[in-house]
């Protein structure tokens, strides 16, 4: 009797993720990461990082919010609103706390030096956020998302007990976080299915701008 084998298409995402493997790899084993699982970051390079990082939430939140408006189906945009509402609380509440304890001041917080791949997101998630085109709005959301579950994903490995460290692992980490990514990872694959090459390659164009700006981001902490 035969065997019939099923090979299952490969995604889009899949595709993406294979083409930026080196800078995606670089990423989630930079120095940056393996120090803070370790709870073993400089303070001064954390406060880098975080200065910089929250820069980006006001673009961020909006970012998310054109996904909800251009989203093409009512149960996708409630997803998306609701995690919205999280990176508005929590996420949004973290930063203030941290800034808080390692001492930034206020300048710093509100009208900092941005670096260069800060201004590079800032004006990619822009560019996505006013195309108002949906595969482009998910294109850098998934990045964004789906890198930092990747790096702050370890087996067999626990958080550093330092708190700031730890706390900023597992806002990045958990089933709740994996189930968003994975539906961002469905709503890409679903979506752009459908594109005409053009807009395909304008979405990868995107996404591999993103994931060197993560890269690159990383590097900037400690510069």
């Given at each position: ?10 995604t889009?995402?899949?595709q ?14 930079h ?16 406060a ?18 054109a ?45 900092p ?34 890198l ?10 626990e ?9 900023w692992?597992?806002l990045?980490?958990?089933?709740a ?31 591999v701008?993103?994931v ?12």
């Open positions: 009797m035969a065997v019939v084998t099923t090979v299952r298409p490969v889009f995402s899949a993406l993720r294979e083409l930026t493997a080196p800078t995606w790899d670089a990423a989630v084993g120095r940056f990461v393996d120090e803070i699982w370790r709870g073993e970051i400089d303070g001064d390079v954390l880098n990082y975080l200065v910089q990082d929250n820069q980006f939430v006001d673009a961020f939140l909006a970012l998310m919010g996904a909800v408006a251009t989203a093409d189906h009512a149960e996708a945009r409630v997803v998306h609103a609701r995690q919205l509402g999280i990176v508005a609380g929590p996420e949004n509440d973290f930063f203030a706390r941290a800034l808080d304890t390692l001492d930034v001041p206020l300048a710093d917080r509100t009208h030096e941005l670096r260069e791949p800060t201004v590079g997101f800032i004006a990619l998630m822009d560019s996505a956020r006013t195309s108002a085109d949906y595969p482009s709005c998910l294109a850098v959301l998934l990045v964004a998302e789906w930092y579950l990747d790096w702050a994903t370890r087996a067999d490995t958080p550093p007990d330092e708190p700031l460290q730890q706390e692992i597992q990045h980490s958990g089933p976080f994996t189930a968003w990514v994975d539906f961002l990872r469905d709503e890409f694959d679903r979506v752009s299915g459908g594109l005409d090459t053009g807009h395909r390659q304008r979405v990868q164009e995107l996404f701008r993103a060197d700006l993560e890269l690159a981001f990383f590097d900037a902490a400690y510069a």
